[in-house]
């Protein structure tokens, strides 16, 4: 195999030639001639020439292949206990009679079906199928309010709307069926039918002939071939978290994403056919979607679907049973578990209770990871820990250390280096390349490499507006960082979270990183407040350790002092509340924006995609301690 180096540079001087390489690693109905279609700039896309069906790729190919006994699918649900696997063979089956079902009551290729479902084998089922049938699924998070359902069932019009009675959270269970119905009362298109599985926690009302049960759906319907699509026809529309207004819906095909997720798993996860990949993360998120769903079962792999928690679950352990019981080859999940899990265990006690061996590598994304998180992964694991970024946009890794390819060099605080295709400048305002080592907006040259968004459903404007007219040539990524010497890339903060402080630009991942070095600190932020003097000031947010015993006040001081050492009085970092814990979205993103608003007094709406929004009066309490959020 070549080198990390040459493949990339083989990927950025001859772009297609590289992809169409790639693409032989698929299994096509007709294989493409053509990488890139560029007759239509910006609207890029792969493989026009191509066509395909995803569900085959996943699913069928395997069969076909003599695998068909392998487990395709393993479901572990600590929180009701439940447990089963499914092999690729009966993958086939469930997919292949779920595009049956949906064909008999009239969806068609390109019609499209919304998923509003928990983290349970029927909803990987479910997108499977559509894909089957060329239909494009959009999945939606499980329990998701209904106005902001509603907003999604306008937008993409959806002709049928799979769910479930309810989901489970540690400690409660979240019925669907209410705000189901509630977000069809409040949408102006209303779905056909509904398709609803019914869990053992609760029982859901029916409506008469718009409500079908799960198994009854299915009951007479045929077996489905998969149906050949263009490369270019849209597989899923993912809308990004924390809309308000108009949904954004993230629109993906199915040539360019089979391609470079198949390629993703051996050169950047270095899993091999058979292995057993966990990315813990929820269907209703990019993550869940490439990584749960589609890279591991393209490339034939064993993919663990869990619902669950990293801690509650029932205990900060969950994460060291599921490896060892399943033998997790590959752990994917973002660094907030791992932050809960160190706060809750700080010493590893429950790692001791299970044979973790079998685990070669972490993986981090969906948040900055930082320093002190990685180091205590890796020693508490004994393996490389790595972290990548990327985005809903890109749909897989825009930089990351490509160890199936070489494992190179881990720095501290760096998602490491650009994977092939992408190739990134960091900019000023003006839109120039600026040095090395200056902070400044991430943004990646132009065509986007397979598998990234090709527009926005219904929008292609806003696509434009959004992500490709602030830089000429670029798209904006909305992370603002910097390159080193060696070309590793730094994420710092999104762009509106550096903090103008006199003119001195500031990161506010720079500062977490120098609090979450203190030892008594297991998870921080820090947000910028209105300052009349100097414009705007760092605050700092801190949660202790459970494990912690001495006062606060002295933390606080002593948090303060770090960062005048590492970072410089510049920083003006005088002002730290401790809270019990972070604002964040489902997906573990902190609410860093909505905490600003707050801090200010100004106006600030509830984000849809909050965890708890509990938590939002508990921070507001908080501020008003030290003067802030009217207090």
């Not at 969950?318 to 060892?324: G, M």
Request: proline content about 6%; overall charge negative; glycine content about 8%.
């Amino acid at each position: 195999m070549q080198d990390y180096a040459s493949l990339y540079a083989q990927s950025v001087d001859d772009v297609e030639s590289f992809w169409l390489d790639a693409a032989q690693h698929i299994s096509w109905d007709t294989p493409p001639e053509t990488g890139l279609d560029r007759s239509d700039a910006p609207f890029y896309r792969w493989f026009p020439d191509g066509r395909l069906n995803t569900c085959f790729n996943a699913v069928d190919r395997h069969v076909l292949d003599g695998r068909g006994d392998q487990n395709a699918i393993i479901y572990d649900s600590p929180i009701t206990g439940a447990k089963s696997k499914m092999t690729f063979a009966e993958l086939q089956q469930k997919t292949a009679k779920f595009a049956g079902m949906l064909s008999r009551l009239g969806v068609a290729m390109g019609d499209r079906v919304i998923i509003y479902m928990p983290m349970i084998p029927e909803a990987i089922v479910a997108m499977l199928g559509c894909a089957r049938l060329g239909a494009v699924h959009s999945v939606v998070f499980g329990g998701f309010a209904a106005a902001e359902l509603a907003k999604r069932v306008d937008d993409a019009t959806p002709k049928v709307i799979v769910s479930a009675s309810c989901g489970h959270e540690p400690g409660r269970v979240v019925e669907y069926k209410p705000l189901l119905d509630a977000a069809i009362d409040l949408a102006t298109h209303k779905p056909s039918h509904c398709i609803i599985v019914q869990r053992e926690a609760v029982q859901a009302k029916l409506v008469d002939g718009r409500d079908i049960e799960w198994h009854a759906a299915h009951e007479g319907a045929v077996e489905l071939a998969p149906i050949s699509v263009h490369a270019t026809d849209p597989l899923y529309i993912l809308y990004t978290s924390g809309t308000t207004g108009q949904p954004k819906g993230v629109v993906r095909d199915n040539g360019g994403h089979a391609v470079a997720l198949n390629w993703s798993m051996r050169h950047i996860y270095d899993v091999s056919p058979g292995d057993v990949y966990w990315a813990a993360s929820d269907i209703g998120w990019v993550v869940g979607h490439s990584y749960i769903t589609y890279a591991p079962l393209i490339y034939g792999c064993t993919s663990i679907l869990f619902e669950g928690k990293p801690i509650g679950t029932p205990d900060a352990g969950v994460f060291w049973r599921v490896i060892a019981e399943h033998k997790v080859k590959v752990l994917f999940t973002a660094p907030t578990a791992f932050r809960a899990i160190k706060r809750a265990d700080p010493n590893g006690n429950f790692l001791e209770k299970h044979d973790t061996s079998c685990l070669k590598y972490l993986f981090l994304a969906g948040e900055r990871a930082d320093p002190d998180t990685i180091s205590w992964a890796e020693s508490q694991l004994g393996v490389p820990v790595i972290d990548h970024w990327w985005q809903t946009e890109t749909g897989w890794s825009i930089c990351a250390n490509p160890v199936g390819i070489e494992k190179l060099p881990v720095k501290h605080g760096s998602p490491s280096v650009a994977m092939p295709g992408f190739e990134i400048d960091i900019l000023n305002d003006d839109g120039d390349v600026l040095p090395t080592g200056e902070l400044g907006s991430i943004a990646i040259k132009l065509p986007l490499p397979p598998s990234c968004l090709t527009t926005i459903w219904g929008a292609d404007e806003a696509f434009v507006d959004k992500y490709l007219t602030t830089f000429t040539g670029y798209y904006e990524s909305g992370d603002a960082g910097f390159c080193d010497d060696d070309g590793y890339l730094y994420i710092m903060a999104r762009t509106d979270d550096v903090i103008n402080v006199a003119g001195h630009r500031l990161s506010t991942g720079q500062l977490e990183e120098v609090l979450a070095d203190h030892p008594d600190i297991a998870e921080c932020a820090v947000i910028g407040v209105a300052d009349q003097l100097k414009g705007q000031l760092p605050l700092g947010l801190i949660c202790l350790y459970s494990t912690s015993q001495r006062k606060a006040e002295d933390i606080i001081a002593e948090a303060i002092d770090l960062v005048r050492s590492r970072v410089g009085r510049v920083a003006a970092l005088n002002q730290i509340v401790v809270v019990e814990r972070l604002p964040k979205t489902r997906s573990g993103k902190v609410l860093r924006s909505t905490v600003a608003k707050i801090a200010d007094g100004t106006a600030w709406t509830m984000p849809a995609t909050i965890d708890d929004p509990v938590i939002l009066d508990e921070i507001t309490a908080a501020l008003k301690t030290i003067g802030y959020a009217g207090g």
